[in-house]
């Protein structure tokens, strides 16, 4: 178990390097000059190098990359943003919450959604509940999330007024000056980012359940239940749930590690100060620390995510042994 | 347990009447290419403590029969016959009508008297595992990964017996030690997948047995074995047999196994049984054309073959099965009247626990039987092949 971790680690640190790598090369393949938008608008061509040469960005590329991974394993540092010259650590450490925030509510609620859904209209296939499920799935697989964010800002909170329309509030300490704050409207401000982000991950768990669990009634070990007398509502819990609901597990574990990178669509509606937006913003204003800063992050996330659901797999598939 | 057979037992009150009789038992599955008559007017009868070997091809119905016995189907659906139409077509307006259930069983399965075809589900819960127990096929396959064996003997006992999770653990080891299962107290808390294949159709064996019942149904025990441990499950199972007094329903391909276990066999063919006599009787006089071509192409150890001798064609589709007797387009006896006419099973007169549905006249038969067992004797003495056609032009 403990190689195991190692090994992981190692490999880790690798994939790491790769990413961080890849988007140093393609920053600089881009045909803009990061210094010329920092120095503003009326900078002469002088302003323009010395900003350029205060950045950094006059080095080569490949020692620029070496001072970024000296600053971050040093100083634990990811430098300062081109834009607005704040540490981009203090800009993450804002942002995360609010997107973690989002996406582990939305995971919450996608889930609540697919389980039962995916479930019941596995054991009554061709049913009404089951058809009328899979439309749904139909819908909120093809429909884009942006569309079904705008319908439910519109309908849910501009006509029926039931929700607020956009923005956020911080759940423990809101700034000064802010208007709200606290749990309750922390929550009242979520619903619809989160109903919004949950509706395509819902259709796309509700039909992989539904998929997993009639793959199980048909395995063989479900008939011997049966034939040893286990009445129905036990052989579904434990003979059927236990063995589809497995492969969710993993996939729970990655899609809300990729989605903590950013869920940019569902922050651009509802103007949530989340990483989603801070990535957009940093590859518009072509703010390299910034936006290095929401990879690595997210990086992170998609590691330790697939570290958790492997060694938690183990737990959970007495089949899986970590060697 | 018993109690509720009792009632209806009056039917058949001296000792050796069936343990389990079944008649005209039918059952049809709805698919999406049509109306499958995967049972067809079946009719057999297990006595206490025997065993019946069912043999016959893939598809021909032996596993759905013993399944519809103990409503094991997918989403089986229930009906009443009247007298109005033949059986086969009111089932395939019911499936037709039904968006509810996808199989359709009617006849009796008298078990003790009481027709398992008709008990309530919670009654069947009460039978399935306690009075009647199922092995299957594949032991990789039939035990679930994620809990314990123990955990799943521990199961089937506490679905029957009234006994604490600590007696039902005894109980558990104690079945896996009688099923030969080295350091059971240990193994006992073992997943299905740190034992081989052998050990895991033992585990199934001690589960089927654990509740000591009266009746087992193997469901092709040793297909998936290799040949060694295949010959280790039988003598197992003969032995576990004669010690709790178990009958035992076989379902196999495998000649070699019925005349290894079984007391009587059925021999079916596409939905329907073909013959069923004892099993000395089967191998020494069959009278089905059928069960010849099947002895016919037994691989036989002293006799050298290139390949095979086989039944020429394929078994008819059970979708559509062809009118008349079954076997006709594939019998080199066939006459007019099999073109025609569904021959039911009838005694031999010589021997009447030998049935066979075929229109041929006795002697016939008889003749034809001595001529393939003459045939098989001189290929081994030859050591060659018995020619295809044993009938003569």
Redesign the interface.
């Given at each position: 178990m403990f190689q195991y971790l190692v090994r992981r680690t190692l490999w880790a640190g690798v994939l790491f390097l790769g990413v961080t790598l890849i988007t140093y090369v393609l920053f600089f393949l881009l045909p803009a000059d990061p210094a010329r938008l920092a120095a503003g608008k009326s900078a002469t061509a002088e302003d323009v190098a010395r900003v350029s040469h205060q950045l950094g960005l006059d080095r080569p590329v490949y020692e620029q990359y070496g001072l970024f991974l000296k600053h971050l394993v040093i100083d634990q540092s990811l430098g300062r943003s081109y834009a607005n010259r704040r540490s981009v650590n203090e800009m993450i450490t804002e942002a995360a919450p609010v997107t973690i925030g989002l996406v582990v509510g939305g995971a919450i609620l996608w889930m609540l959604i697919a389980l039962p859904i995916g479930i019941l209209s596995a054991l009554r296939p061709r049913s009404l509940l089951d058809r009328g499920a899979m439309i749904f799935v139909l819908v909120g697989i093809s429909a884009p999330v942006v569309w079904i964010g705008l319908l439910l800002q519109y309908f849910v909170g501009y006509k029926w007024g039931l929700t607020p329309n956009a923005g956020y509030c911080d759940v423990i300490n809101p700034p000064e000056g802010q208007t709200c704050g606290g749990p309750w409207d922390w929550f009242y401000h979520m619903i619809l980012p989160w109903m919004t982000f949950a509706i395509l991950f819902a259709a796309i768990y509700a039909r992989m359940i539904r998929a997993n669990v009639m793959d199980t009634l048909g395995e063989d070990y479900v008939r011997t239940a049966r034939a040893k007398g286990v009445p129905e509502r036990q052989v579904i819990s434990r003979h059927v749930l236990r063995n589809a609901l497995l492969p969710v597990v993993t996939m729970l574990g990655l899609d809300i590690g990729i989605a903590l990178g950013g869920a940019i669509f569902t922050e651009a509606i509802f103007n949530l100060p989340g990483l989603g937006r801070l990535a957009l913003n940093s590859v518009l204003n072509l703010d390299l620390p910034t936006l290095q800063g929401v990879i690595v992050f997210a990086t992170l996330a998609i590691i330790v995510l697939n570290l958790i659901v492997d060694v938690l797999y183990a737990y959970i598939d007495p089949r899986i042994r970590l060697t | 347990m018993t109690s509720t057979a009792e009632a209806s037992v009056e039917t058949n009150a001296d000792d050796e009447g069936p343990l389990l009789d079944v008649r005209d038992l039918r059952t049809y599955f709805k698919t999406d290419d049509g109306i499958v008559k995967a049972v067809d007017g079946v009719s057999f009868s297990v006595k206490p403590g025997e065993t019946l070997g069912v043999v016959g091809e893939s598809g021909c119905g032996k596993s759905v029969t013993m399944m519809s016995i103990?409503s094991?189907n997918p989403k089986p659906g229930r009906m009443r016959l009247d007298d109005r139409s033949t059986p086969g077509a009111q089932m395939q307006s019911f499936l037709r009508e039904s968006?509810k259930y996808t199989s359709i069983s009617t006849g009796q399965a008298l078990f003790r008297g009481e027709d398992l075809l008709q008990a309530s589900k919670r009654r069947l819960?009460?039978?399935?595992?306690?009075e009647i127990?199922?092995i299957?096929q594949?032991p990789m396959?039939?035990?679930?990964?994620?809990?314990?064996v123990g955990d799943q003997l521990i199961?089937?006992v506490l679905?029957?017996r009234d006994v604490t999770s600590r007696e039902a653990r005894e109980l558990a080891i104690e079945g896996l030690n009688e099923v030969g299962i080295p350091r059971a107290e240990r193994r006992v808390d073992d997943?299905p997948?740190q034992f081989s294949g052998g050990m895991r159709q033992r585990v199934?064996i001690a589960?089927?047995l654990i509740n000591d019942p009266a009746l087992l149904i193997a469901d092709e025990p040793t297909t998936a074995l290799d040949v060694t441990t295949q010959a280790q499950i039988l003598g197992l199972m003969k032995q576990l047999q004669e010690e709790h007094g178990t009958a035992v329903v076989m379902i196999t391909h495998d000649l070699g196994v019925i005349a290894e276990i079984a007391d009587d066999v059925a021999v079916m063919y596409a939905a329907r049984v073909a013959e069923q006599s004892p099993v000395y009787s089967l191998f020494e006089r069959p009278l089905h054309p059928y069960t010849w071509g099947l002895l016919g192409s037994l691989p036989r150890l002293e006799v050298e073959l290139e390949r095979l001798t086989q039944i020429a064609g394929q078994p008819p589709s059970l979708l559509n099965p062809p009118s008349g007797c079954r076997f006709n387009p594939r019998c080199s006896y066939a006459f007019d009247r099999c073109l025609r006419e569904l021959p039911e099973a009838t005694p031999a007169s010589f021997d009447p626990e030998h049935l066979d549905a075929c229109f041929l006249d006795e002697a016939t038969k008889v003749e034809e039987s001595a001529r393939l067992a003459a045939a098989l004797a001189l290929a081994e003495e030859t050591g060659m092949s018995v020619p295809p056609e044993t009938r003569s032009p």
């Open positions: - | 103990l094991l968006k819960r009460k039978v399935r595992g306690s127990s199922m299957f594949d396959t039939s035990l679930n990964p994620v809990h314990t199961e089937a679905m029957h997943y997948h199934m589960m089927a």
